[in-house]
């Protein structure tokens, strides 16, 4: 049977890692080249009041290597029944942080005992050290509904070493639209390299 969204943000702890162990693999290919709209499920609700509840993530092919990655990007915290505008800064541009690659899980190993095929890898994906603690994030992520990409879920992992400090967060997408090109970004240490010296 499908979940809907409504469904999931009424879900507990255990129900949400029913659907992380179930593991529905994601279609690269749908992803690539798209933008969701981010839920956190977990945090209390003092924290998304003082701080945020929604954000966005991206998926973006990269046309040089093939290598899905992406980027989350702060949001007006104005809900998510249509996609919420991004928080910018002085320059107008949009604020992001934490970089990562979509990766696949085969023959890893994660906290749990979960198996499943894809994760993001935020330690690979260019992140400077000032965008601790997005550099050691390790994310089991999973389709909610088999076969389909427009609701995806995820669990916020860590992994410091041979460490994993796996937390009692996990997160949802929900599906906006394509990503517009002239929204990809490069790495963050690509782009720090490509300034003047």
Not at 95 to 100: E, R
Request: net charge negative.
């Amino acid at each position: 049977m499908a979940h809907s969204l409504d469904e999931l943000l009424g879900m507990s702890g255990a129900q949400l890692f029913d659907i992380m162990r179930a593991a529905h693999p994601i279609d690269r290919e749908a992803v690539a080249d798209s933008a969701y709209t981010g839920i956190d499920l977990s945090m209390p609700a003092l924290f998304h009041r003082l701080f945020w509840r929604s954000f966005r993530k991206t998926f973006h092919k990269d046309p040089a290597t093939g290598v899905i990655r992406g980027w989350n990007v702060k949001v007006e915290q104005t809900g998510w029944e249509s996609p919420p505008a991004p928080l910018r800064d002085r320059q107008g541009r949009p604020k992001t942080f934490g970089h990562y690659e979509l990766r696949s899980a085969e023959g890893l190993s994660f906290p749990r005992g979960w198996k499943g095929s894809d994760y993001l890898d935020y330690r690979v994906a260019g992140n400077l050290f000032s965008d601790f603690p997005a550099r050691v994030g390790f994310c089991p992520l999973v389709a909610v509904n088999e076969g389909s990409v427009d609701l995806l879920l995820g669990w916020e992992i860590f992994r410091l070493g041979d460490t994993f400090v796996p937390l009692q967060d996990f997160w949802l997408l929900r599906r906006e639209g394509p990503l517009a090109p002239e929204d990809v970004l490069p790495r963050p240490i690509d782009a720090v390299a490509a300034l003047p010296s």
